[in-house]
Every structure is written in C-alpha cells, then in structure tokens.
C-alpha cells in the first residue's frame, strides 16, 4: 500500500476583503495512503471569514477542474475565539466548510472567486513518500533512494577501498568454495534498468560507477553474470516501465543464462519455456506506486505458469530473511537449486523450477549461510544481488536466523506456509521451521 504525504503553501495576499481564513484539514505534512485516497478523497476542511463572505465563493483547482467547496457549515468555535463574539445568531457563523475530493491530479491550488478575480489561498500537492526520477518517454527511475542510485550511476559516489577490499575476499571465498567442493556456483548481479535503458536515463554512465569497478575485481575462474548486453538486445522489454526490476522477459532471460553457466549447455532451456503464454495488463509498479495518481503502464504477466503451484514452504517473513522451496518431479535437472538472492530473483522463479527440481530461496542478497548449504547440500548455488546494492559487499559467512530473529523482534511473524513435503525435501523443511521457534 503506498503511502503519500500532502505538503502546502501558504500564499501571501494583500487585504482585498479576505479578513482571516485557516485549513483545519489537510495539515502540513499529513500522510494518507492510497485506497483512502482513490475510495474517499482528500478531506478538505476549514473556514473562511471575510466582509463579503455572501458575495464570494471557495474552489479547488486540481488539474482542469474547478470544485466548489460550499461555505455552509456553522463555527460557533470561529465566531467566539476568533472574532470574540456571540456565535447564537452571528451573521457569519456559516463560515465553515468540509469537503472529500477526489483529487484526479497531484497538485492543487485552494483560493477564493469574487467579481469573476480568483485569488490563491494555498498552493498544495500530494507527494510519494520517496523521489521518483521521470526519464524519457514516462520511464521511472529511483531518486534519492538510500544506495544513492543517480550518485553511483554518474560516478560520484565511486566503491570504497574497503568496500573493493571486502569484495575482493568475498569473490574468491566463492572461487576456492566452489572448486574445493566441486559445486558449480555462480554470482549473478541484475543490472540496474539505467545500465540497459541508457537512453532513457537523464544521466550519462560513469566509467567510475561501482559496478565497473566492480567487474575488475571478479577472479577469471569464477562464474560471473552481470546480464546488461543480454538484456538491451532481447527483442522483448527486459525491464518494467514503472518498476525497478526486470520484466518477465527479462527474468527469463536471466533464468536461462543462469542455467547455462551452472550446468553448461546438457538441456535446451528455450525449449522448455517456448510454449509459454503471456496476457498485457495495465500495472503501476515499485515506482509508480509512489506518485500521485499512480503511473501505470502495459507489462507482460505468464498465464500458463505460476510458481506458487510448486511452492511447499515459505516462512512469510518479509524481505531480508525469507525462506521459499519450490519442488517440480517435472523440471529437467533433478537436483537442487539454492539461491541466496534478493527481489530480483522472484520473477526467476517461474522460470528456475521447471529447470530445477528444487529450488530453495533464501532472501540475503548474495549473503552466504553455511549451515543452510551444509543442511540442503545442494546440486548448485546462486549468489544474488542488485547493481545498486554493490556499494556494500555480501558477507561469505553470515547467518539467516539472524534476520529471522531481529524480524521476530520488531514485527508479528505470520504463520509459515507448508504443504505435503517429498521425503527428500522433509530434513530441511524441518529445519527451516524450527528457524521461527
């Protein structure tokens, strides 16, 4: 549910008759989310006292609409704190009005008509809580978010040498981890949209953004994927006009070459997915959910394949510390997939478990739990992450009981989803459920 916040302005007039007026509702700054918004409106509240309250008349302008706001409500608190008078019989005690709006644009202007003159009372607009960057052609990108994105992208914040340090040790734990257990493993790093939709983007890609710097710290012999020329020249739109993440195409996309670096070329991934159907539906996204109205656009959605059919667990926590295992005795490969990834990698599951036969999803961000791999003791894993995440390394020992346990600590953990287990996935399932005791 997206949040907004209603900011105002307060105009400066000259005495033209207007002798006092206030807003009681919206105030300044208030928040108000978006179903109360679309089902009841913006609640306008207020009063108005002036010499020729009879001759003038109150609007919104919102857009190309002018809305009457009648004022027709009595205020005995007015009259008697404001002017100190008797409010029984006072000739201005209708000075009041309350008013829901529906407001079809983000911003509004709220002044006074008299003799045919509108004079601007207060200049106000309702605001996503975070920035949205509006690129070309109604594309969105994020502004102002906490990895600072536009900084990256334009060089200005560069990776530290700490952070290349860390990274640097993280990437060859994975290669020495990987060929002393002679488990293929691979680093898969989506793109941030800008690297592929450069065009769109308003910023020109710095040669000292951290994501190249980077790519010159991957040892030789480590899987490494960093998707960005795949996916500019996919036919289909690989990324969501209104979402930071990659379209179905482009999570297929991504699936495919995944599947290519952990098992080589041993099964022909298009033909697994050529049959597949998609419907073009109107949706808003991560991003155009936060402006006001919301900015929708047509993207693709799979109809004849959902992979929460396959899903037999899934603790419920949110973000950082959730746990999903998908099982499919119809997928290609019959071992298991672990990925130890983070939003991006939901999409690739429609896409991952009709390759794999388990796939086990642990939310971390490309963070490494040696008990999670020593319990499953997969076919293959993935380490997965964001472009924009980079600035920070993952950890090569971390624990995901320990998300588990500050989640548990701030909110109300919801009840795990579980169905029939197969035998071979009983040993761990346990012991992903015994993780929320």
């Known amino acids: 549910m997206a949040v907004y916040s209603i900011s105002s302005d307060r105009a400066s007039l000259s005495d033209e008759g207007v002798l006092q007026w206030h807003l009681d509702f919206p105030t300044r700054n208030e928040t108000i989310d978006d179903k109360e918004l679309k089902d009841h409106g913006l609640l306008f509240q207020g009063w108005v006292l002036s010499e020729s309250l009879t001759s003038l008349s109150l609007v919104l302008l919102n857009g190309n609409e002018t809305i009457q706001l009648p004022i027709s409500r009595n205020r005995p608190d007015v009259i008697s704190k404001v002017l100190g008078h008797e409010a029984e019989n006072h000739p201005l005690l209708k000075c009041g009005f309350s008013e829901r709006i529906k407001l079809k644009q983000s911003s509004f202007s709220l002044g006074i008509v008299e003799n045919g003159k509108f004079t601007e009372l207060l200049s106000g607009s309702v605001d996503g809580q975070f920035k949205v960057l509006k690129g070309k052609d109604k594309w969105l990108f994020l502004d102002n978010d906490t990895n600072k994105s536009i900084e990256q992208h334009t060089g200005k914040l560069k990776l530290s040498r700490t952070a290349q340090h860390e990274w640097k040790n993280y ?51 480590l899987s490494f994927l960093l998707p960005v020329e795949e ?16 379209s ?43 402006l006001f109205p919301p900015q929708r656009h047509v993207e693709d959605s799979i109809v004849n394949f959902n992979y929460r059919q396959k899903v037999i667990f899934d603790n419920n926590i949110e973000n950082f510390g959730r746990i999903i295992v998908m099982h499919n005795d119809e997928a290609r490969l019959k071992k298991t997939l672990l990925i130890f990834g983070s939003s991006s990698s939901y999409t690739m599951f429609h896409y991952l478990c009709r390759l794999f036969k388990t796939v086990v999803f642990v939310h971390s961000a490309g963070n490494v739990d040696h008990e999670v791999i020593d319990t499953l003791k997969p076919g293959y894993i993935c ?38 287990v197969p035998k071979e996935c009983e040993g761990y399932i346990e012991f992903f459920s015994e993780m929320l005791c």
């Open 248 to 290: 179905l195409h482009g999570a297929k996309e991504a699936s495919i070459l995944l599947t290519k670096k952990l098992v080589g070329d041993c099964i022909d991934t298009n033909e697994v997915f050529k049959s597949d159907r998609y419907r073009s539906r109107e949706v808003t996204g991560d991003l155009g959910s936060k």
């Open 171 to 221: 990437l060859l734990s994975l290669d020495k981890f990987s060929h002393s257990r002679k488990l293929p493993v691979c680093m898969l790093i989506a793109p941030s949209k800008e690297m592929v939709y450069e065009d769109f983007y308003p910023y020109k890609f710095s040669k000292k953004a951290p994501i190249r710097t980077l790519r010159g710290l991957v040892p030789e012999t």
């Open 383 to 420: 380490m997965q992450t964001n472009a924009r995440f980079v600035i920070k390394a993952p950890k090569f020992n971390d624990s995901i009981i320990k998300y588990i346990e500050e989640k548990k600590c701030r909110v109300k953990i919801e009840k795990p989803y579980s169905k029939s």
């Open 231 to 246: 996916l500019k020249s996919l036919n289909e739109r690989s990324f969501r006009v209104c979402d930071t993440h990659w």
